[in-house]
């Protein structure tokens, strides 16, 4: 492996990933030579930087130690992470040497943990930015259209995301599902504390027909009650074909999800899902918006592959 400084450049964090191939492949269009493929696995990394002809260069770099792995960055621009952290040591590190900081990540808990380093970031003048994925991301934006379109404030958002499981899913976004099916979250606006893949509702997705989708801990239903000041927020998830959502929501109400809370468990259930190909390869998101009048609006947005259209961006 030829060494390169990192010196100006575009490092991706999980860069041979599902989401961080295409935001290398899409960087390097635009800034030839400065864009890095970061990860543990340096064979992943070369591998995927020979299929680019060499215009993205492979890096092997563990970010589980966040000092000496943001210390290994010194002098990029910008550090995108496709694979989440874990926690905000290393956003810390890396906004502490006045490096931009783009982050993917659908974790709430994570992202807050991020958003209290603003001070950092101002004094060292760098930016974070945040809830930039499907969802949270292009679920945010629907809700700022819903706001614009009804002129008024919300009293309620529903969220809807349907992911096609014929879609080669990374590994880390699989795992972060799995280690979400049995979870209890608090969300706004609801006393006490709701369920993963519970309080099931119906709606139309634009080439899927009527779905029935399950309350999922994406971090959008926690950060638009609190920055478009909603009352009332929820995400819901579904999978194409729509017998795996069924599949899963039953599989949660017999406790299956529970007895494999351990670390064997969830290992053994994220190699099968992420084998698993079935149904499409699309995704479709949805918002509905009642207003504090009640008017009410929706809006949807739809594709394929849905890790290419996270990672990809027009300048």
């Known amino acids: 492996m030829i060494r390169r400084k990192v010196q100006d450049s575009v490092v991706v964090i999980g860069g041979y990933g599902a989401v961080g191939r295409t935001v290398c492949t899409v ?15 340096v064979k992943k990394a070369e591998t995927f930087s020979q299929e680019t002809g060499g215009r993205v260069w492979p890096l092997k770099l563990d970010i589980a130690n966040p000092s000496a792995a943001a210390k290994a960055l010194e002098g990029a621009r910008v550090v995108v992470a496709c694979a989440e952290p874990g926690d905000a040591s290393f956003a810390r590190e890396v906004l502490e040497r006045g490096i931009h900081y783009v982050d993917v990540s659908a974790s709430h808990a994570y992202l807050r943990e991020v958003e209290r380093l603003d001070a950092l970031a101002r004094r060292r003048g760098a930016t974070a ?95 638009l009650a609190r920055t478009l000041g909603v009352e009332k927020v929820a995400t819901r998830v579904c999978f194409d074909p729509a017998a795996a959502t069924r599949l899963l929501a039953l599989a949660k109400r017999a406790g299956v999800f529970r007895a494999l809370r351990g670390p064997r468990g969830q290992d053994a259930l994220v190699a099968l899902l992420s084998r698993l190909r079935a149904g499409s390869d699309g995704f479709a998101v949805k918002v509905e918006a009642e207003g504090k009048e009640g008017d009410r609006y929706s809006c949807s947005a739809w594709g394929r592959v849905e890790g290419r259209a996270t990672g990809w961006w027009r300048p």
Do not use: M
Not at 27 to 41: K, T
């Open 129 to 223: 930015v945040l809830s930039v994925g499907l969802s949270p991301g292009l679920t945010n934006l629907l809700a700022r259209h819903c706001i614009d379109a009804l002129g008024d404030e919300l009293r309620k958002l529903d969220i809807f995301v349907l992911l096609g499981l014929g879609d080669a899913h990374g590994e880390a976004a699989v795992r972060w599902t799995v280690e979400n099916l049995d979870k209890r979250f608090e969300v706004p606006g609801v006393p006490g504390v709701v369920g993963s893949l519970g309080e099931p509702k119906r709606t139309v997705f634009p080439g899927y027909g009527a779905r029935t989708a399950y309350r999922f801990d994406f971090a959008d239903q926690h950060v």
């Open 27 to 41: 960087l390097a269009d635009h800034v030839p030579g400065r864009v890095f493929a970061v990860g543990r696995n």
